[in-house]
């Protein structure tokens, strides 16, 4: 793609994008460079690349074109999303204050509670879907807020705009985790925030086939730190991966909106189902965040949350399913379900889950390309056991 991308479509820039075809062969992929190093001209002079943990042409690719597409400065690829909430971590110190969502994934709680508070960092834990909880929360010391909007897995609706300008009048950084929203539907930093973070296991690549973490930058200031922190701590996405991830982004416009078609007729028929107990999902007319959530994003995305009312009505219910996928993870063409307590949330303690409504009884269901109708057919056939 040659020229200014800026006033390209969505689509147009997921597949262009930090892509222009290979100045060697021509190649309209962009190749997987599996190098470790690269060969100088002379003593001090080199082609704009030095050692693989420092750049790859592949991985620049994908951070190019995802910066595109989440409209910041610079993007930024790790070996995982938990590397990549690593890194967002590193902008603040021993002293410093952070407030979080109250329910997060697992992993991010468990990250910030049993390693980071061991470096004298403290975390205040509220529900951001009220904006005054936020405020409530601040102190002098506060240098960052992370949000997930929507929560996993109550699917909680946080206000970025908000939170940003609550932030920044504190002199402190709004980080989002827009892994369930992907910059199709959903891009935090035209809202205000300052780093809008995906693990790229899930949307982004979208097959389940490879493992990966984004962070994308408003400002030059974060995006130099974050290219240091890479070149230091040296958790950085692998060509291959950034490759298979590059290569799911470019159909991720088509893909996301027939998740989120599907995902809606999935809740609308499990809103109806007299063995659900309660159902949440953003795009349901009484979900307390729907208004907040069409002014906010063009979407409600593929994830819904429902409740069994038991651990053994949802083992029941997950042992029978023969077409959808129980397994960890989200966001594949596949369609995945978990039970959290057990699963992506078991870090968190049981009383804490109990807090927030994670049941023993609640299942998640990320919705994927399948045929819907057979979809809500294995779901009724599993339900029936319960």
Not at 316 to 342: C, H, K, N
Request: charged share 20%.
């Amino acid at each position: 793609m040659k020229g200014d991308s800026k006033n390209l479509g969505f689509s147009t820039r997921a597949v262009h994008a930090g892509q222009p075809p290979d100045p060697t062969t021509g190649s309209v992929s962009v190749p997987i460079y599996q190098t470790s190093t690269y060969a100088m001209d002379e003593l001090g002079k080199h082609k704009g690349f030095e050692y693989a943990r420092v750049q790859n042409p592949t991985r620049s690719a994908l951070e190019a074109n995802v910066a595109s597409l989440e409209g910041g400065v610079s993007g930024h690829a790790f070996s995982s999303g938990m590397a990549a909430i690593s890194a967002i971590l590193t902008l603040v110190k021993a002293g410093d204050h952070v407030i979080a969502s109250h329910n997060v994934y697992g992993g991010t709680y468990r990250f910030f509670t049993q390693i980071l508070e061991r470096y004298n960092l403290s975390f205040s834990w509220v529900d951001t879907t009220d904006v005054a909880n936020i405020e409530a929360a601040m102190t002098d010391s506060t240098r960052l807020v992370f949000l997930e909007t929507p929560t996993n897995p109550m699917m909680g609706v946080s206000d970025i705009a908000a939170a940003a300008e609550l932030a920044h009048a504190h002199d402190a950084l709004l980080a989002v985790d827009n892994t369930f929203m992907s910059p199709y539907f959903q891009r935090p930093l035209a809202l205000g925030a300052d780093i809008v973070m995906h693990s790229a296991t899930k949307f982004l690549n979208g097959h389940s086939d490879a493992l990966g973490g984004l962070l994308v930058t408003a400002r030059e200031k974060e995006a130099e730190w974050f290219a240091f922190v890479q070149k230091s701590a040296g958790a950085v996405l692998g060509p291959f991966d950034s490759f298979l991830i590059l290569r799911g982004i470019k159909t991720l416009a088509v893909r996301m909106e027939r998740h989120e078609a599907s995902g809606r007729k999935v809740a609308e028929f499990l809103n109806a189902h007299d063995k659900v107990v309660r159902v949440l999902y953003p795009g349901l007319p009484d979900h307390p965040g729907r208004e907040l959530q069409q002014r906010q994003a063009t979407g409600f995305g593929a994830l819904i949350s429902f409740d069994l009312g038991s651990h053994a009505g949802a083992k029941t219910f997950l042992d029978r399913l023969r077409v959808l996928t129980l397994a960890e993870s989200l966001g594949g063409v596949e369609t995945l379900i978990s039970q959290p307590a057990t699963m992506t949330h078991a870090s968190v303690p049981a009383d804490r889950r109990a807090e927030l409504g994670i049941t023993d009884g609640l299942v998640r269901v990320s919705v994927g390309l399948e045929d819907v109708d057979d979809l809500i057919a294995d779901l009724t056939q599993a339900l029936d056991a319960v």
